[in-house]
């Protein structure tokens, strides 16, 4: 609490009511010391009924000057200061305000530039002075960096040009790529043709060995048929053979030419002593000629054995030497398949030319020209006709 002393200076009041003694204690003998500005509900409910509008004043002027600090009355007759920022009454002692300051604040009340605040106030504008001053910083700090970007950006007057400039690059750059682009395109492509190429060569090749390998097939095939038609036309005249120059039979039915035949056969086989053949059939081939001196037509014999037919054929070179019946007339040889037929013609063709060339003595044998040696090697007479 602060000393009361009625002796001490003047306290600072700047306009407001003083609070007296007397006063202050008919105020706390109503019973509102110590409540506070807070409670002035509670301090009005607490005044007298009966007391008269001076007296009300009275008490809200000491309710209004009580110290903030210790809850007492800021009397006349102690040392106390107003907060110019609060307006709230403190003790000297109580806000911790030394006698010199107190002093100089006094001496000092007229003038308006000077002011005083409570430790209270002065904490709090000293964190708003300092959240200000850090305002003020960011202000300025934004401040010249957005001057530094419009320094910056107003300082590209060749912005264009670099635009420009950047422009070409990456068109040179995007032309390089398409180059690049188009050069592994056509390799690719390249290749690949080469390899179509390649695989098309391949699948003809194999196109022309598959061919082949048909045409070899089906000549086999061929072949293979042709030997076994050959072999039924060679069993059909197995045991036949053939004779030209035996005269027409005569006649004027089948039977009685049938029968004058076989007469001419029979006589033609006792003549050259093989009487033992036996002839199974006779056939005369072709359509008879009712020509006068048409020659005769071939007669086709089948006797009975392989074995007969080997002998008709040996014995009959002998038929030349017989004159009687124009026997010497008469050629008999093997009965040849269409085959033998065609490769004997080419023989006898080419035996001719050789005659024709100067060379003798050439016969047919197995096949095959010769010359003649002697004349019982002879198989085959010479057909020159
Ligand atoms: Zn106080
Ligand atoms: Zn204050």
Same mark, same amino acid.
């Given at each position: 609490m602060? #000393? !009361? @002393?009625? @002796? !001490?200076?003047?306290?600072?009041? &700047?306009?407001?009511? #003083?609070? +007296? =003694?007397? *006063?202050w204690e008919m105020a706390k003998t109503k019973g509102i010391k110590k409540t506070g *500005?807070? =409670? =002035? +509900?509670e301090v009005k409910s607490k005044l007298p009924d009966k007391c008269d509008i001076d007296a009300s004043q009275d008490l809200f002027a000491i309710e209004s000057e009580i110290c903030m600090r210790c809850n007492d009355a800021v009397l006349d007759s102690q *040392?106390? /200061?107003?907060? $110019?920022?609060? @307006?709230?009454?403190l003790h000297i002692d109580c806000d911790r305000v030394s006698d010199d300051v107190y002093q100089f604040l006094c001496d000092h009340e007229a003038e308006k530039s000077i002011h005083w605040y409570c430790k209270h106030c002065t904490n709090v504008l000293g964190h708003l002075l300092t959240a200000t001053g850090r305002i003020e910083e960011a202000q300025k700090s934004f401040e010249s960096k957005f001057d530094s970007f419009m320094n910056s950006f107003n300082n590209k007057d060749d912005l264009p040009n670099l635009m420009e400039a950047t422009q070409t690059k990456? =068109?040179?750059k995007v032309e390089e790529l398409t180059e690049q682009l188009q050069a592994r395109v056509e390799l690719s492509q390249n290749k690949l043709e080469e390899r179509v190429e390649e /695989?098309?060569?391949h699948i003809q090749s194999h196109a022309t060995e598959t061919r082949l390998m048909r045409d070899n097939v089906e000549d086999a095939v061929k072949m293979k048929l042709q030997e076994e038609k050959e072999e039924e036309e060679l069993n059909k005249r197995k045991y036949s053979i053939i004779a030209h120059g035996l005269a027409e039979p005569s006649g004027d039915t089948a039977e009685t030419r049938i029968k004058s035949d076989c007469d001419t056969v029979e006589h033609m086989f006792h003549k050259t002593e093989l009487d033992t053949i036996s002839v199974e059939q006779i +056939? &005369?081939?072709?359509? &008879?000629?009712d020509e006068p001196d048409a020659k005769p037509r071939p007669v086709k014999l089948t006797v009975a054995s392989e074995t007969q037919k $080997?002998?008709?054929l040996k014995q009959a070179k002998n038929l030349r030497k017989i004159k009687e019946?124009?026997?010497?007339?008469?050629?008999?040889?093997? $009965? /040849? +398949?269409?085959?033998?037929r065609q490769r004997r013609k080419i023989l006898v063709q080419e035996l001719k030319d050789r005659q024709q060339r100067g060379e003798q003595n050439l016969i047919i044998v197995n096949w095959k020209i010769v010359t003649r040696q002697m004349r019982r090697q002879v198989e085959t007479p010479v057909i020159v006709s």
């Amino acid at each position: 609490m602060p #000393a !009361s @002393n009625v @002796n !001490s200076p003047p306290r600072r009041v &700047r306009g407001q009511h #003083a609070v +007296t =003694e007397s *006063k202050w204690e008919m105020a706390k003998t109503k019973g509102i010391k110590k409540t506070g *500005k807070k =409670e =002035e +509900t509670e301090v009005k409910s607490k005044l007298p009924d009966k007391c008269d509008i001076d007296a009300s004043q009275d008490l809200f002027a000491i309710e209004s000057e009580i110290c903030m600090r210790c809850n007492d009355a800021v009397l006349d007759s102690q *040392k106390g /200061l107003k907060c $110019d920022c609060c @307006n709230s009454w403190l003790h000297i002692d109580c806000d911790r305000v030394s006698d010199d300051v107190y002093q100089f604040l006094c001496d000092h009340e007229a003038e308006k530039s000077i002011h005083w605040y409570c430790k209270h106030c002065t904490n709090v504008l000293g964190h708003l002075l300092t959240a200000t001053g850090r305002i003020e910083e960011a202000q300025k700090s934004f401040e010249s960096k957005f001057d530094s970007f419009m320094n910056s950006f107003n300082n590209k007057d060749d912005l264009p040009n670099l635009m420009e400039a950047t422009q070409t690059k990456l =068109e040179a750059k995007v032309e390089e790529l398409t180059e690049q682009l188009q050069a592994r395109v056509e390799l690719s492509q390249n290749k690949l043709e080469e390899r179509v190429e390649e /695989l098309s060569h391949h699948i003809q090749s194999h196109a022309t060995e598959t061919r082949l390998m048909r045409d070899n097939v089906e000549d086999a095939v061929k072949m293979k048929l042709q030997e076994e038609k050959e072999e039924e036309e060679l069993n059909k005249r197995k045991y036949s053979i053939i004779a030209h120059g035996l005269a027409e039979p005569s006649g004027d039915t089948a039977e009685t030419r049938i029968k004058s035949d076989c007469d001419t056969v029979e006589h033609m086989f006792h003549k050259t002593e093989l009487d033992t053949i036996s002839v199974e059939q006779i +056939t &005369r081939l072709g359509k &008879r000629s009712d020509e006068p001196d048409a020659k005769p037509r071939p007669v086709k014999l089948t006797v009975a054995s392989e074995t007969q037919k $080997d002998q008709v054929l040996k014995q009959a070179k002998n038929l030349r030497k017989i004159k009687e019946g124009g026997m010497d007339k008469v050629f008999i040889h093997q $009965d /040849l +398949t269409p085959r033998q037929r065609q490769r004997r013609k080419i023989l006898v063709q080419e035996l001719k030319d050789r005659q024709q060339r100067g060379e003798q003595n050439l016969i047919i044998v197995n096949w095959k020209i010769v010359t003649r040696q002697m004349r019982r090697q002879v198989e085959t007479p010479v057909i020159v006709s």
